[in-house]
């Protein structure tokens, strides 16, 4: 059975690694953080700093600790990360108030002004990913992902 006609020829699902559902969504992940992240820089924010500022914005005043694991990241990267931010004045460090040892993080003003931008980016992005899309056909993509998704964390 003939696939549809592409640049790089005839596509048979599996056909070539090159073909491979593994390098379509890889090209597709890449293409769509590529974009984000040009956008992004833009406005002042760089990489390694959107998932800081997406997780304060669903749980602001975390401690540094927690940060750490939600990051899944070295401490010492968090810490040169947050040094960087808090120059910029997208987030303040507070002590905590129950143990001094610790310091809590917090989303500035200009943090959450940026992350509106970064959100209207992210917006931008997903209309012209899905431009020309029904809104069945966005539906079944989801849905299809999520499928996948389950099944490869039975393995």
């Known amino acids: 059975m003939k696939g549809p006609k592409t640049k790089i020829g005839v596509l048979h699902v599996g056909e070539t690694y090159l073909?491979?559902?593994e390098m379509l969504l890889s090209q597709v992940v890449r293409n769509y953080n590529q974009q984000i992240l040009k956008a992004s820089v833009e406005i002042g924010i760089y990489p390694g700093q959107l998932p800081?500022?997406?997780i304060l914005a669903k749980q602001d005043g975390m401690i540094q600790k927690e940060l750490v694991s939600r990051l899944r990241i070295k401490p010492a990267t968090v810490t040169v990360k947050l040094n960087q931010m808090e120059n910029a004045g997208l987030i303040e460090r507070r002590p905590d108030?129950?143990?001094?040892r610790a310091s809590r993080v917090f989303m500035t003003l200009e943090g959450h002004s940026k992350l509106e931008h970064v959100n209207k980016i992210v917006k931008n992005v997903e209309e012209k990913c899905?431009?020309?899309f029904l809104e069945e056909e966005k539906f079944l993509l989801r849905r299809f992902l999520l499928h996948m998704n389950?099944?490869?964390e039975e393995l």
């Open 150 to 152: 389950r099944n490869l």
């Open 19 to 21: 073909d491979s559902l």
């Open 97 to 100: 108030p129950d143990d001094l």
């Open 52 to 54: 800081v500022l997406f």
């Open 130 to 132: 899905f431009e020309g």
